[in-house]
């Protein structure tokens, strides 16, 4: 990480792991439009079963959003596993403003996760 000037931060960290054949992707930073592109860049390399881990996000906008939205129709479409954990109001209020909060599949925790899609 850059220091005292040294260059720019990165506005999005992304990382996976996969855990019981499932991807989970770390989402750490900004989802918002200048980081857009490379949020689906990453989702679409990421497997078919995929769980996000949205406790690192600081903002996120209502095209992240979409994305996100997206990837669960998707999965519902195709059978595959889809889940969200980490979800914090404060920093993804969009959510709760387009009611998708009550929609979406979102869980305390992975293990929660796991359980509810396994």
Known sequence: M???GDGPVAALSLTSS?????TVVRVDGVLDATTREQFA???SLAGA???L???GVTFMDSRALGLIV?????SLASGTKFALIGVEYSKSRVMWITGLAQRLPIYDSLDDALAAIG
């Open 53 to 55: 881990d949205l406790a």
């Open 2 to 4: 850059p220091e005292n």
């Open 70 to 74: 997206h990837h669960w129709q998707t």
């Open 49 to 51: 079963d995929l769980i």
């Open 41 to 43: 860049d990453y989702l």
């Open 18 to 22: 996969t855990v019981d054949s499932v």
